[in-house]
C-alpha cells in the first residue's frame, strides 16, 4: 500500500518505504528516529500510520496511552496542523532545522501562541567514533579498565560481523536477555522490534556484530548508516548481564569495527531513565541532537 492522501492513514509498511524515504532523506538534523527503518520496526510500539498532502508527511501514532503526531518534512501547513492539534496531544519530533526553515509560519497567529519546548528525554547523544574505540585519555580511563578487566577475564574473545550465518546466535542472546527482564508493558520493550531486525537483517543495509566467549555468543549490536554515510545510529545493543562488561566491550568493540570514515556514533535518547542518562554521559557526547514538542 502507497501512503494515503490526508486525512485517510495507514499503518506503516513496507510497501510505503521508497516513498517514505523521499522525504526522510531531505532531513538534515539526523534524528534517530526518523529513518523508514527505525519508523518500520517501531510500529507496534507507537502504532505508527502515515499520511500525505503535497510536500507534508504526518505520522501519527500513540505512547503510553497519548497520542502525537510528526512532521519530519519540511513545510508547515497552518489549517492541517490546526486539524491535527484538535485531534492529538502532542506534536512531536520538532526538528531545529524544520523550526528555523519555518519561522514565518511559526510567527501566523494561530501558530505564534503555541508553546515550543525542548524534549530532553528524547535529545539523541552523539559521540566521536575514535573517541568510543581508543577510550584514550582520563575521561575514559575507567571505561578502559572495564575493558581490559574483561579481556582478562574472557580470554577466548571472538568478534564477528552479525550475518545470516550467525544470525540465530543474536537470537539467542536477545531471547536470554529478555527472559531476565521483569513482565512490563509490551510498548516499553524493543524485544519484539529487535527480534524483526534480526529477521529481516539480509533485506536490510543494517551493519552490525557479535561477541562470542569461548565460542558462546553473550552480546550483539546492529546499527544504521545515516545517508551521509558519517554516523552509525545504534538501533540495538543486547548483552548478557551474567558476562560481566560485555555491555561496555559490545559498546568499545562496534565503535572499532567500524570504517574510518564513520565519524560519529547516535547512541539515541535516554527516554528520561536517570540511570541511563547517567551511563550515556559518562561516554562523554560531544554533542546532542536535540528535539522540541508541542502540547495542544
Not at 275 to 281: F, N, V, Y
Not at 287 to 296: D, E, N
Request: glycine residues 4%.
Amino acid at each position: 500500500m502507497s501512503i494515503p492522501q490526508y486525512p485517510e492513514f495507514a499503518p506503516i509498511s513496507t510497501d510505503m518505504q521508497s516513498e517514505m524515504e523521499f522525504y526522510l532523506k531531505r532531513l538534515p538534523d539526523g534524528i534517530s528516529e526518523l529513518t523508514f527503518l527505525n519508523l518500520y520496526l517501531f510500529r507496534h510500539n507507537y502504532k505508527y500510520q502515515a499520511a500525505k498532502t503535497g510536500k507534508l508527511l504526518i505520522i501519527i501514532g500513540e505512547y503510553r496511552g497519548e497520542s502525537f503526531f510528526i512532521t519530519p518534512c519540511c513545510t508547515v501547513d497552518v489549517e492541517i496542523t490546526k486539524e491535527l492539534l484538535a485531534k492529538y496531544k502532542k506534536w512531536m519530533i520538532l526538528s531545529k532545522s524544520f523550526l528555523d526553515n519555518n519561522t514565518n509560519a511559526f510567527n501566523l497567529p494561530f501558530l505564534k501562541e503555541l508553546k515550543i519546548e525542548e524534549d530532553r528525554d528524547n535529545f539523541d547523544y552523539v559521540y566521536l567514533r575514535k573517541d568510543l574505540a581508543e577510550l584514550k585519555g582520563k575521561d575514559f580511563h575507567k571505561k578502559k579498565t572495564h575493558i581490559n578487566k574483561f579481556e582478562k577475564s574472557y580470554d577466548k574473545i571472538k568478534i564477528e560481523p552479525l550475518t545470516l550465518e550467525n544470525v540465530e546466535d543474536a537470537k539467542k542472546v536477545l531471547e536470554e536477555w529478555n527472559s531476565t527482564k521483569p513482565d512490563s508493558n509490551p510498548e516499553n520493550s524493543d524485544y519484539e522490534a529487535a527480534l524483526e531486525a534480526l529477521s529481516i537483517l539480509s533485506r536490510t543495509s543494517m551493519m552490525g556484530i557479535i561477541l562470542y566467549v569461548w565460542d558462546e555468543p553473550v552480546a550483539w549490536t546492529l546499527a544504521e548508516i545515516t545517508p551521509n554515510n558519517k554516523t552509525a545510529v545504534i538501533l540495538f545493543e543486547k548483552a548478557l548481564a551474567s558476562y560481566k562488561g560485555s555491555f561496555q566491550y559490545i559498546n568499545y568493540a562496534f565503535a572499532g569495527y567500524l570504517p574510518e570514515h564513520i565519524e560519529f556514533i547516535n547512541r539515541e535518547q535516554d527516554l528520561g531513565n536517570e540511570g541511563l542518562r547517567q551511563a550515556k554521559m559518562t561516554y562523554k557526547p560531544i554533542k546532542f541532537i536535540k528535539k522540541y514538542r508541542i502540547l495542544s
